[in-house]
């Protein structure tokens, strides 16, 4: 079994995302899977130039040549495909779509009319593939991951790919302070470590794992409090040290 991931935090290994993506990983490795993980803001991807050449002129293989270009065969063979990234006004990254704006070669030029709904089918060796998304976000509440998970449906949808299921992490900034002090959040590694061995053994992830995943930590009024108090800290050492107070210049 082939897990191909991608992590689109800027932060990269360091981020908040990385902190539910990691132990997701080991699961997954732990069942005896070859797993790939790629950053996004590392690679080499142009933005898709839509002038359909990978349709018309080199069917399947992109005009361009740069990291899709390798990229390509690994989405063709992998049997889970993992997009982790952090809400970033009310979606994913830019370089985590345009990684996916690119995967246009993967499908067939041609429409089809499946379920009443227009699609393009998938090429000869496109895998069925198994999506899970990976998220976190500064804002408290779970209804913040609504639109990405929406979109990350429809591009399963659209790629012929299964949605698996999320394992999302509202008040992020919060789970990484409270790991770090020594707080008891143990239990959210576990269950995300758990999630990818579920994967594996059962072939999909329980109600019951991903709900720890993005369990409550402190209530809303306490985040509200910690958070702006962290910032008018910042604000207050940086009028001291530049004489200036928060006023753009």
């Not at 993992?82 to 970033?88: D, G």
């Not at 379920?115 to 804002?139: A, D, M, T, W, Y």
């Not at 770090?180 to 995300?192: C, M, P, S």
């Not at 994967?199 to 306490?222: A, C, F, H, N, Y």
Request: include cysteine; charged fraction near 25%.
């Amino acid at each position: 079994m082939k897990v191909l991931a991608f992590n689109g935090s800027p932060l990269l290994d360091k981020g908040n995302t990385a902190l539910i993506l990691n132990p997701f990983l080991e699961g997954l490795k732990e069942e005896k899977v070859e797993a790939e993980l790629f950053y996004t803001s590392k690679l080499k991807v142009n933005p898709c130039l839509g002038e359909k050449g990978c349709w018309t002129r080199t069917p399947g293989k992109c005009v361009q040549d740069d990291d899709v270009s390798m990229l390509l065969p690994k989405f063709r063979q992998a049997d889970i495909i993992i997009f982790a990234a952090p809400v970033y006004v009310d979606g994913m990254p830019g370089p985590m779509k345009t990684v996916i704006d690119r995967l246009i070669p993967i499908m067939e030029q041609y429409f089809e009319v499946e379920e009443n709904h227009c699609r393009h089918p998938p090429r000869q060796g496109h895998k069925q593939s198994k999506v899970v998304l990976v998220s976190n976000c500064g804002f408290w509440e779970m209804d913040n991951f609504d639109l990405l998970v929406a979109h990350v449906k429809a591009i399963c949808r659209n790629a012929h790919w299964d949605y698996a299921g999320a394992l999302l992490r509202p008040h992020g900034p919060a789970f990484g302070y409270m790991l770090r002090k020594g707080y008891t959040v143990q239990d959210v590694l576990e269950a995300a470590k758990n999630a990818g061995k579920e994967l594996v053994q059962t072939g999909k992830m329980s109600e019951e794992t991903l709900r720890i995943v993005s369990r409550e930590l402190l209530p809303l009024d306490m985040y509200v409090r910690i958070t702006n108090e962290g910032f008018k800290k910042a604000l207050d050492k940086l009028e001291v040290l530049t004489g200036k107070g928060n006023t753009p210049v």
